[in-house]
T-cell receptor
Framework: GQQLNQSPQSMFIQEGEDVSMNCTSS?????WLWYKQDPGEGPVLLIA?????ELTSNGRLTAQFGITRKDSFLNISASIPSDVGIYFC?????????????FGAGTRLFVKA | NAGVTQTPKFQVLKTGQSMTLQCAQD?????MYWYRQDPGMGLRLIYY???????DKGEVPNGYNVSRLNKREFSLRLESAAPSQTSVYFC?????????????FGEGSWLTVV
């Protein structure tokens, strides 16, 4: 089946730094979603992308739907300690009604104050 | 602001025991899902219900059954628990829009099978 390669697996950064993470696939997706998960909690939706080339922001977060429809990236600007967590990308393949969302393995972000 | 609520939060089972995870959503969403999350892996779809009255298998359905009781509720049953089913289980729901399915998750249920 389709798989998502999410990188990097983990990042250790200093407070105030910008962060970039991405997901790639060998197959196309119709929708890309980005989630953040805090310890002991469920994933929380950050940004949803529905169209190739789309660039969407949510506060300090910016995500883009790649033109080829096979990749997406998430940027976090001016990181703060509460950005710590696991970030997941997720893609919805075509012809699945959006029901069979595939998730990346996650990027663990550590922010040093 | 309940969103997706799932119970229990924690459960320990012995191998061979059965149990049901309950899930309810108050967002009037048509579709509901059960995922499992294992260390170092993304979420994997067990079963989903596109709408009330329908259920379909996901990526890892073996050992599980589901029931879409009504529009609000979607339960996951383990008939004979196995240690390989030790995991964190997430219920989710979505309302399809023209563009795609935006999925909202519950807080998770930690299940240990010994």
């Amino acid at each position: 089946g389709q798989q998502l390669n999410q990188s990097p697996q983990s990042m250790f950064i200093q407070e105030g730094e910008d962060v970039s993470m991405n997901c790639t696939s060998s197959s196309i997706f119709n929708t890309w979603l980005w989630y953040k998960q805090d310890p002991g909690e469920g994933p929380v939706l950050l940004i949803a992308l529905y169209k190739a080339g789309e660039l969407t922001s949510n506060g300090r977060l910016t995500a883009q739907f790649g033109i080829t429809r096979k990749d997406s990236f998430l940027n976090i600007s001016a990181s703060i300690p509460s950005d710590v967590g696991i970030y997941f990308c997720a893609g919805q393949p075509p012809n699945t009604g959006g029901f069979k969302t595939i998730f990346g393995a996650g990027t663990r972000l550590f922010v040093k104050a | 602001n309940a969103g997706v609520t799932q119970t229990p939060k924690f459960q320990v089972l012995k191998t061979g025991q059965s149990m049901t995870l309950q899930c309810a959503q108050d967002m009037n969403h048509n579709s509901m899902y059960w995922y499992r999350q294992d260390p170092g892996m993304g979420l994997r779809l067990i079963y989903y219900s596109a709408s009330e009255g329908t259920t379909d298998k996901g990526e890892v359905p073996n050992g599980y059954n589901v029931s879409r009781l009504n529009k609000r509720e979607f339960s996951l049953r383990l008939e004979s628990a196995a240690p390989s089913q030790t995991s964190v289980y997430f219920c989710a729901s979505s309302a399809s829009n023209r563009a795609g399915n935006t999925i909202y998750f519950g807080e998770g249920s930690w299940l240990t099978v010994v």
